[in-house]
């Protein structure tokens, strides 16, 4: 059921004349509410005057959409959604602009103006596999594109000012780079590839110049060389990222070692997932193998993944005694909560044939009665060793690794 504040501020928000002269009387705390009405209504001129009036220093997306007990979530990338996020994003770039005006003017600043936009959190429920959603490649390249442009238009208006002095170039970079008090963070989890990856590093370079300071939590890479990839994680800042994620890299085993050197500035780092990087480690020459213990002894170097709360070993060919190894030993890991273990392949009905892992059923390729008492087995051992609070199963889209990490 609706709440009687959100049912009113719907009312306010369907009449865009009245509240627009009404916003500078509005309380400060009405704003979340009118900012959520906006959003479900799909009202943008709404949503671009409550965004430039924003009486907050903070603006965070996904708390001001959440559910609670009166509402229910809203998912932001939805088709239907997807031009309200982009016109948050406008909206704030076109107050940046309107601040670094007032300056320039010399006129004060507004004691309460935007300070930080944080869009973390908002692909979380992994709605960018959805074709009908905005993609997080998309996201990524406009939030790049709208540092790019403030700089940019600085920098152009320095030139202009300075056009008939010495250096045109460096005074307007400058002048950029020694930019007033007016800044907003921009903290958003960002995704790079081929597409995207050109934009994001010019983005990331720039921003230190301009007022718009883009701050990486969560980074997802995925077909990048181990250049690109090295200078990528040069770029980003130590002190926000928590959340690395490198997928269908083909760095193997020496492109790793390469990289996690570079992954030790990251102090806060919780996460690092590196799927798909081509190592087979059933055929280990004598190099490999010195490999495999480099890359051991370097994971065991970062300072902040200590301790191991999921794993995932879906695609590994494991017999049910290998399980169950695994499974005694697991039991001392205090923080682990969830493994994601693989059907054992004694129990497929035609070991020859490679089962289809995307069906849940297998396509009839297991014996499924034999596969409930093993679950009914391995759960029986969680209870004797009072260790009921880690869950193991074999269901990747029920059990979706929990969100451990918070900033």
């Known amino acids: 059921m609706l709440s009687l504040a959100f049912m009113c501020s719907r009312q306010l928000v369907s009449d865009h004349r009245s509240l627009r002269s009404a916003l500078p009387l509005i309380p400060d705390e009405l704003y979340p509410l009118l900012f959520r009405a906006a959003f479900l209504d799909k009202d943008m001129l709404v949503l671009q005057d409550l965004v430039q009036r924003w009486p907050f220093s903070v603006l965070n997306l996904q708390r001001l959409l959440q559910g609670d007990g009166h509402h229910r979530p809203i998912q932001l990338f939805e088709k239907e959604n997807r031009l309200c996020v982009h016109t948050i994003i406008m909206s704030v770039m076109a107050h940046l602009k309107e601040e670094i005006a007032r300056q320039k003017e010399g006129q004060p600043l507004r004691k309460k103006r935007l300070r930080l936009l944080d869009m973390t959190g908002i692909h979380d429920n992994g709605l960018e596999l959805d074709p009908y959603t905005m993609s997080l490649c998309f996201f990524t390249i406009v939030l790049a594109k709208s540092c790019i442009d403030i700089v940019n238009r600085q920098i152009e208006e320095a030139v202009q000012v300075s056009k008939r002095r010495r250096g045109l170039l460096d005074a307007a970079c400058s002048s950029a780079a020694d930019c007033s008090p007016v800044f907003l963070e921009l903290r958003a989890d960002l995704f790079v590839n081929s597409t995207s990856y050109a934009i994001l590093r010019e983005a990331l370079l720039v921003g230190n110049q301009g007022p718009l300071h883009l701050q990486c939590r969560d980074i997802r890479a995925e077909e990048l060389s181990l250049r690109s990839t090295m200078g990528l994680l040069e770029l980003l800042n130590p002190a926000s990222l928590r959340q690395i994620d490198l997928r269908f890299n083909n760095l193997g085993l020496p492109g790793l070692n390469a990289l996690l050197p570079y992954m030790r500035r990251f102090s806060r780092l919780q996460s690092l997932k590196l799927p798909y990087s081509n190592i087979d480690v059933r055929r280990l020459s004598a190099t490999a193998e010195e490999d495999l213990q480099n890359f051991a002894s370097q994971i065991c170097e970062l300072p902040a993944l200590k301790d191991l709360r999921y794993l995932r070993l879906f695609y590994n060919p494991l017999s049910g005694q290998g399980i169950r190894m695994l499974l005694q030993s697991s039991l001392h890991l205090a923080d682990l909560q969830l493994v994601i273990y693989p059907f054992p392949v004694e129990f497929y009905l035609n070991p020859t044939v490679q089962p289809d892992f995307s069906n849940p059923a297998l396509n009839g390729c297991i014996d499924h009665g034999q596969v409930s008492g093993f679950q009914a087995e391995l759960q029986e051992?969680?209870?004797?060793?009072?260790?009921?609070?880690?869950?193991?199963?074999?269901?990747?889209?029920?059990?979706r690794p929990p969100e451990y990490l918070s900033l």
Request: aromatic fraction near 6%.
């Open 381 to 399: 051992a969680l209870v004797r060793a009072q260790r009921t609070d880690m869950v193991w199963t074999t269901d990747m889209v029920l059990h």
